[in-house]
């Protein structure tokens, strides 16, 4: 086990009518008046914004709406947010929403207290040392940004999607979790957030560090999981205790504890970031494209901990590591397709995928070797790629 530091302060708010306690924890947050974000419309169709709205008016907090935010959020939004923000005298970010929405104000959080262009710290040319508070009321759980310290955001010019990561700057204040909010999920969102919360633990997981034996067990477990209780929400958005449960799910799968004390992998989430950033797909359904492919590779270039996930995640018996590994590989792919989620680049609505063109941007964001648990060159990204069609 390496050394490591977690600190992991989001006060989390987790069950029934936590929404209704919005108010009194952004007063307990210091935060006088805010900037309310949200997306395009889910929350304003469920009453969830209208709910929020009553709870910071009841405890004497103003605010100033931000709605609108796409997924896959784009940098232009996040500058116009900055100078709202500045010109109202806001004191903090209430998110209602996803990652999308919850990416967004804290890059706003972020760039409200630098002088700089906030895209410094995106493009690596500033550390971030603080930002405004954000307050968080989560209605999908599948990003994990509700407990993590990342913000991911795309820049228009050039289709940059790049994911910044803080140790604590970023995490949010507080997350309000209820379950009941993502009853109104379609089942494709539901789905895409199940193999996105996957990936943030399968990205920990694939990691040459040796003896992390907690660490592998708390991974291991919560993949068992979240595979045992998705059918359950599939087959009922409106099931309280399976919604529960993916819920806490994808929260622990991305707040770090399911990372420490090892090397971190992140190839997939990279590959995927490209994909999402060029044909602007569900970064979730893209991870279900891409991760198989991951395992695939590695079943014949590095199998022992594939291996070890195709044993103890799907109860693969076979003892030569490489046949187990693309067991696994083919089990998490079947896993995905019970969902109803894409497995191929056509299926995620992509004819003619440039593969050159993905591979080159992956190269110039992230480096010509990319890869914590096995380093990837230029041909073998090119292979994943060609893997998913
Ligand atoms: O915009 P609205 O109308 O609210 O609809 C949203 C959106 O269309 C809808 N939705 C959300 N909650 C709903 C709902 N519809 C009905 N009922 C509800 N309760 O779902 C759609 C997707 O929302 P989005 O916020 O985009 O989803 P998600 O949480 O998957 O976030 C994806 C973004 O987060 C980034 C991804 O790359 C992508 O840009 N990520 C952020 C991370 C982080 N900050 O730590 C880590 C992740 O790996 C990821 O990269
Ligand atoms: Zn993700």
Redesign the pocket.
């Known amino acids: 086990m390496n050394n490591f530091g977690y600190y992991a302060p989001t006060r989390y708010i987790f069950g029934r009518d936590t929404e209704k306690e919005t108010g009194h924890l952004t007063v307990e947050n210091g935060m006088k008046k805010v900037l309310l974000t949200?997306?395009?419309?889910?929350?304003v169709r469920?009453g969830l914004l209208a709910r929020v709205q009553e709870s910071l008016k009841a405890n004497g907090v103003e605010y100033v709406e931000f709605g609108g935010i796409h997924?896959?959020?784009t940098d232009d939004r996040v500058y116009e947010g900055i100078e709202i923000v500045r010109n109202n005298g806001i004191d903090g970010l209430i998110a209602v929403?996803?990652?999308?929405?919850?990416?967004t104000a804290k890059a706003i959080a972020l760039g409200a207290l630098y002088e700089g262009d906030f895209w410094d710290f995106y493009a690596g040319k500033a550390v971030p040392q603080r930002a405004l508070p954000v307050g968080v009321i989560l209605?999908?759980p599948?990003?994990?940004?509700e407990g993590?310290g990342?913000?991911?955001i795309t820049r228009l010019d050039g289709l940059h999607k790049i994911?910044l990561r803080t140790d604590s700057v970023l995490r949010p204040k507080f997350a309000i979790l209820n379950p009941e909010?993502?009853f109104?999920?379609?089942p494709f969102?539901t789905a895409?957030?199940i193999a996105?919360m996957m990936a943030?633990i399968m990205e920990r997981y694939f990691s040459p560090t040796p003896d992390v034996s907690v660490t592998d067990h708390l991974c291991q477990g919560l993949l068992r999981s979240i595979i045992e209780v998705a059918p359950r929400v599939m087959a009922d958005p409106e099931d309280y205790q399976a919604r529960a449960n993916i819920m806490w799910a994808g929260t622990m799968a991305?707040n770090g504890i399911c990372g420490c004390g090892r090397v971190e992998d992140w190839v997939s989430?990279f590959m995927e970031?490209e994909i999402?950033a060029v044909y602007g797909v569900t970064?979730?359904a893209g991870l279900a494209v891409v991760y198989p492919a991951f395992l695939m590779f590695m079943a014949t270039h590095s199998p022992s901990k594939p291996a070890q996930f195709a044993r103890t995640v799907f109860n693969i018996t076979d003892s030569d590591d490489s046949v187990a590994a693309r067991k696994g590989a083919e089990a998490l792919r079947a896993f995905f397709g019970s969902l109803g989620l894409p497995l191929t680049f056509k299926q995620l609505g992509i004819e003619n995928p440039d593969i050159n063109l993905l591979v080159d941007k992956l190269i110039e964001n992230k480096g010509e070797i990319i890869g914590g648990y096995y380093r990837l060159n230029r041909a073998d990204m090119t292979a994943i790629y060609e893997l998913m069609k």
Do not use: E, R
């Open positions: 949200y997306g395009g419309g889910s929350v469920s997924p896959n959020p929403g996803g990652g999308s929405v919850i990416d209605t999908i599948a990003a994990g940004s993590s990342n913000s991911v994911s909010l993502t109104t999920l379609p969102q895409s957030g996105d943030h991305h989430h970031h999402s970064h979730g």
